[in-house]
Every structure is written in structure tokens, then in C-alpha cells.
């Protein structure tokens, strides 16, 4: 991200105004100073829109399902480090969590001084989870782009009677007279014959 982990802007989201101020307290202490908190679950999407905090720490005592499910439609859109602080949960609850990104759910667990290594643990799995998403998705597209290739080379191989090197030569050569990827190119040619069929 860039920043130092004290530069982290955390938004608090917290019902109860005594536990938010136990995690605030133990955030300041940590080093944390650019902590919002806010007592209303209502509102809370467009908060983080135009707050745009780095990592949000949600803490919901008595957590009936209805306002869990809410919390967990709210982390499946927004991709940040999550920490969620609950006093009791079930097993469908914490596996819930875990699909709907929530990077730390923390059960009987809030303690001031818990609260920066959770914080630091929610941050990094979050990191770390963003990386594997990040790999998978380039490897898709590697792989998307092989395809492509394989069929443009294909294609010319047919239509213009050439051996599998020649065809893959072209489509390098016209790649760099065009300046331009050479999927894309192998795109084009794809394209261009499934017009021509």
C-alpha cells in the first residue's frame, strides 16, 4: 500500500460506544491516529466510499443473523482488510465470513491490547489474498491469450498455407510493425476470419 501501518486510515464501525472506545484506545496506543468511528450501521456503504479508509475494524456484539448477513454483503463489495470482533458465533457464521473476504473474525476476543496484532493479521491475509487473486487472474489471461494464439496460428496456417512457425512469425512481426500486444493482433485474426466464414 505504500504506507506505514500508522498511516493506515481505520474506519470503526461499532454499535456500542464503550467497546468502540476500548478499540480506539488500543489503536492509539498502537500508533493508530487517523481512526474514524461510527455508531451506525445505516449509511455505512457510503461512508467508505467517500472515507475510502485502508482497513475497517467491525465489531458487533450480539450479532443476530439478519444484521450478519448485511455486514457480509457490505465486505463482499468493498476489497479491504476486514477485522470483525464478535462476541459469540456459530460454525456457518465464521465460514460465511471467511467467503464474504472478511480477512479476521475474532470471536470473545476484544482486548485492547488484541487489537493492533489483529489489525496487523486482518492487513496481511488480506495482502497475501489479493496476491493469489492477482496471480490467478494473470495466469487466466495468460492462458486466454495462449488460446488465442494457438487458433490465430491456426487460422493462418489454412488460409494462407503456412507451416505453424510462419504463421507465429507473422503474427510477431505484425505485433511490433503495430505496436501492439500480440493477442491482440491473434485476436483480430480470429475475429476477423469468424466474419469471413
Known amino acids: 500500500m ?13 454499535e456500542n460506544a464503550i467497546r468502540a ?11 493508530h491516529l487517523n481512526v474514524r468511528v461510527i455508531h451506525e450501521m445505516q449509511g455505512v456503504a457510503r461512508l467508505i ?12 456484539e450480539n450479532p443476530n443473523r ?4 448485511h455486514m457480509f454483503q457490505l465486505t463482499r463489495m468493498i476489497s479491504r ?20 473476504g472478511v480477512s479476521a473474525y475474532v470471536v470473545d476476543g476484544l482486548k485492547k491490547e488484541r487489537i493492533k496484532p489483529i489489525l496487523d493479521m486482518a492487513v496481511s491475509r488480506f495482502n497475501a489474498f489479493s496476491r493469489l487473486q492477482r496471480e490467478l487472474l494473470e495466469a487466466r489471461n ?21 507451416s ?13 510493425n ?6 491482440d493482433i491473434a485476436q483480430s485474426v480470429v475475429t476477423a476470419a469468424g466474419l469471413l466464414l
Open 2 to 14: 505504500g504506507k506505514t501501518s500508522t498511516d493506515l486510515t481505520i474506519l470503526v464501525v461499532d
Open 21 to 31: 472506545s476500548i478499540i480506539e484506545e488500543g489503536l492509539n496506543e498502537a500508533g
Open 49 to 60: 466510499e467517500t472515507m475510502d479508509p485502508d482497513v475497517i475494524i467491525i465489531d458487533i
Open 66 to 69: 439478519d444484521m450478519m448477513e
Open 81 to 100: 482488510p476486514i477485522a470483525m470482533f464478535v462476541d459469540r458465533s456459530d460454525t456457518a457464521a465464521i465460514e460465511a465470513a471467511v467467503d464474504a
Open 142 to 162: 495468460a492462458l486466454e491469450e495462449r488460446k488465442v494464439i494457438e487458433r490465430a496460428k491456426g487460422i493462418l496456417m489454412k488460409m494462407r498455407g503456412l
Open 164 to 176: 505453424e512457425e510462419q504463421a507465429f512469425a507473422l503474427l510477431r512481426q505484425t505485433a511490433m
Open 178 to 183: 503495430e505496436k501492439k500486444k500480440l493477442a
